[in-house]
């Protein structure tokens, strides 16, 4: 009795560790995730600010290249 006691233990224990150690992994790739958001995120604004700053020409208003 007190064997299988131990086996199912550590059966339990081992589960336990592949838990935390998946749980570590997601929190991982939650955090690469967060930091490609932030990162898109600043590159819209950027984009946004330039496209309201008139950056952007309308076509009739741009110099043709040179071999025109």
């Known amino acids: 009795m ?18 935390e150690k998946m749980l570590d992994e997601l929190n991982s790739v939650i955090i690469e995730q967060g930091k490609t958001i932030e ?20 076509q009739s208003e741009e110099t043709p290249p040179p071999h025109y």
Do not use: G
């Not at 059966?11 to 838990?19: F, N």
């Not at 898109?40 to 309201?52: F, I, K």
């Open 2 to 19: 007190q064997q299988e006691d131990d086996e199912r233990l550590t059966e339990i224990e081992t589960v336990l560790a592949e838990h």
């Open 39 to 58: 990162r898109l995120r600043r590159q819209n604004q950027y984009l946004l600010d330039m496209a309201r700053a008139d950056a952007v020409k309308p």
